[in-house]
Structures are given as structure tokens and as C-alpha cells.
């Protein structure tokens, strides 16, 4: 496609439920991140991967979250057990190669985010 | 503690005048400085990268500054015009990170 894609848009669920957030690539991106944005906050990193493996999770906040990207293509962040903390914007952004790779710069191209509230 | 500071949470002008963003951090050694625009409902759109090497960067209408001594950048927008109303975020990329932390960002409203 044109551009990173996120799915579903927007999502509700209930405390304790288990969610899961889709995200498309640029294709041909080898590098994905997602990131979470609270209302009236800058985003927060979570995790990087480079290809199928997450070269960087030090940015989940705990063991309910989860990221996977099996084929270095979508990705899929997965959230245990939420809670009403957990509600926020999800963002995911890719670029051709890893931020610094070969000491130069590869922009990063966000999605639209998907918008996670938990009752 | 580590932090990045942007000088408000809104800023309003007028059309046609030259909008000043402020971007401060403490106890970062930045590689890059980013600006990037977010409206809402969307995710941020990338405008300029200036190195810690760099002094100043100019884009169009777009100016940022850097200075790692004050540790500061400013990003300014002359001759404003309304479609500039947007929130502007900065983002320190850090040597040897892979990721990039972002500051709370500023709401600009430009009037016409």
C-alpha cells in the first residue's frame, strides 16, 4: 500500500479482555516500531523490530504486552488482561532500515494509530 | 531525570507572522532532532532532522535550530498561515538507540 495501515481504527473492550492491534507496513520496510500516545502526550516508544525479531522491547511496560511479526512484514501488538490504563492511541511506524543503520538517517512513516479505550 | 520540554501546550498567532517553537531537554546526548506535525486523528507526518553537528536547517517556510550547548532547538514557521494549525512535536533520536522520545508537543493555532 501507500502508506503504514493500522487496523481496527478504533477499538473498545472491557477491563480483563485480551486485544489485539494490526499493523501494515510500508511495504519493503524491514524496520517496524510501535509506539502508545496518551491524550495531550508525545509517543512512547514500545518496541522496534528488524525483520521477524524484535531487536528492542525495552519500551513495554510489562509482561501483558506482546509484539510478533512472524514474516517481517505485519505486525501484531497483543495486550493480555487490559486495563484502564492500557486505554490510548496505538501507532506503529516503519522505515526502509533500521533508524541509524549505515550511519544515516531513515525516516520513519507512522500510521494512523489505532485508538484502544478500555471500560 | 531525563526530560524534553516544549515550551507550551498551545500557542496562538496571527496569520502571516512567525510562529517560534521551543523543543528543551535534560540529561540527553541527542544524535538527531526531529520536528514532526500531527493533526488529529492522525499519526505525525516528518518535517526536518537537523544532526548534533548541525546548527540550523531551513525547509520552505520551516527553519529549526539546534544548540547542544543550551540544549535546545527552536523550529520556526514564517509567514503562517492557517492549514499550519497542527501540533508540532520534537523527537531526540539517541546514539545507538533504535527508538525516539518525543516530547509532549505544541498545539499551534494560526488565525487568520
Known amino acids: 500500500g501507500a502508506g503504514v495501515s493500522q487496523t481496527p481504527s478504533n477499538k473498545v473492550t472491557e477491563k480483563g479482555k485480551y486485544v489485539e492491534l494490526r499493523c501494515d507496513p510500508i511495504s519493503g520496510h524491514t524496520a517496524l516500531y510501535w509506539y502508545r500516545q496518551s491524550l495531550g502526550q508525545g509517543p512512547e516508544f514500545l518496541i522496534y523490530?528488524?525483520?521477524?525479531?524484535?531487536?528492542?522491547d525495552s519500551g513495554l511496560p510489562n509482561d501483558r504486552f506482546f509484539a510478533v511479526r512472524p514474516e517481517g512484514s505485519v505486525s501484531t501488538l497483543k495486550i493480555q488482561r487490559t486495563e484502564r490504563g492500557d486505554s490510548a492511541v496505538y501507532l506503529c511506524a516503519s522505515s526502509l532500515t533500521p533508524l541509524q543503520g549505515l550511519k544515516t538517517y531513515n525516516e520513519q512513516f507512522f500510521g494512523p494509530g489505532t485508538r484502544l479505550t478500555v471500560l | 531525570s531525563q526530560k524534553i520540554e516544549q515550551n507550551s501546550e498551545a500557542l496562538n498567532i496571527q496569520e502571516g507572522k512567525t510562529a517560534t517553537l521551543t523543543c528543551n531537554y535534560t540529561n540527553y546526548s541527542p544524535a538527531y532532532l526531529q520536528w514532526y506535525r500531527q493533526d488529529p486523528g492522525r499519526g505525525p507526518v516528518f518535517l526536518l532532522l537537523?544532526?548534533?553537528?548541525?546548527k540550523e536547517k531551513r525547509k520552505e517556510r520551516l527553519k529549526v535550530t539546534f544548540d547542544t550547548t543550551l540544549k535546545q532547538s527552536l523550529f520556526h514557521i514564517t509567514a503562517s498561515q492557517p492549514a499550519d494549525s497542527a501540533t508540532y512535536l520534537c523527537?531526540?533520536?539517541?546514539?545507538?538507540?533504535?527508538?525516539?522520545?518525543f516530547g509532549a508537543g505544541t498545539r499551534l493555532t494560526v488565525k487568520p
Open positions: 523527537a531526540l533520536v539517541l546514539y545507538n538507540n533504535n527508538d525516539m522520545r
Open positions: 537537523i544532526r548534533e553537528n548541525e
Open positions: 523490530f528488524q525483520g521477524t525479531g524484535a531487536a528492542d
